[in-house]
T-cell receptor, first 110, second 114 residues
Framework: KQEVTQIPAALSVPEGENLVLNCSFT??????LQWFRQDPGKGLTSLLL?????REQTSGRLNASLDKSSGRSTLYIAASQPGDSATYLC?????????FGAGTTVTVRA | DTAVSQTPKYLVTQMGNDKSIKCEQN?????MYWYKQDSKKFLKIMFS???????INETVPNRFSPKSPDKAHLNLHINSLELGDSAVYFC?????????????FGDGTRLSIL
């Protein structure tokens, strides 16, 4: 059974600092890994999807890396802004379904 | 133009009642999902449908019955509601089966059982 862990559970940083969010998973036989953002009272917004054959994906200030063999992914957010405050969820895909971590709640202080 | 829409957004009801949550996607996707997010914020898959056929049923009590009248809709009916059913339920869709393509989520339905 796939288990996904995200560390830290919460993070508070001053504006402008870079963010590093970690995700680990137990079963490396994945199709892909997705990073989502969840705002309070809202659904999930897909940020980045990394296929199992890829090592990283970039979108604007966001960069996600994937090391499938060690079961790890890292989401980097450069030059954080107050608007980046949200919960970030990591999800891995195998056996035709997504398994989610509990998320990292980020607060960026102005 | 909402891609995945769920109704209602909030649902407050008493234990023992029967209720339904509706989901519609206008993305032309073949696969739809229901997830449950509990108080600890873990999201867990409940059901997955592909082209109106049930693909995944994750040991969900049979009080929960999904229905897909067409590819664009996946509704969730819950019988004899219990306190433990209180959670946020999310509908999602993706282009195809296998969770290979990105999944698009609705805003969730917050179910509270009194």
């Amino acid at each position: 059974k796939q288990e996904v862990t995200q560390i830290p559970a919460a993070l508070s940083v001053p504006e402008g600092e870079n963010l590093v969010l970690n995700c680990s998973f137990t079963d490396s036989a994945i199709y892909n890994l997705q990073w989502f953002r969840q705002d309070p009272g809202k659904g999930l917004t897909s940020l980045l999807l990394i296929q199992s054959s890829q090592r990283e994906q970039t979108s604007g200030r966001l960069n996600a890396s994937l090391d499938k063999s060690s079961g790890r992914s890292t989401l980097y957010i450069a030059a954080s802004q107050p608007g980046d405050s949200a919960t970030y969820l990591c999800a891995v895909s195998n056996d035709y379904k997504l398994s989610f971590g509990a998320g990292t709640t980020v607060t960026v202080r102005a | 133009d909402t891609a995945v829409s769920q109704t209602p957004k909030y649902l407050v009801t008493q234990m023992g009642n029967d209720k339904s949550i509706k989901c519609e996607q206008n993305l032309g996707h073949d696969t739809m999902y229901w997830y449950k997010q509990d108080s600890k914020k873990f999201l867990k898959i409940m059901f997955s449908y592909n082209n109106k056929e049930l693909i995944i049923n994750e040991t969900v009590p049979n009080r929960f019955s999904p229905k897909s009248p067409d590819k664009a809709h996946l509704n969730l009916h819950i019988n004899s509601l219990e306190l433990g059913d209180s959670a946020v339920y999310f509908c999602a869709s993706s282009q195809d089966i296998g969770a290979i393509a990105p999944q698009h989520f609705g805003d969730g339905t917050r179910l509270s059982i009194l």
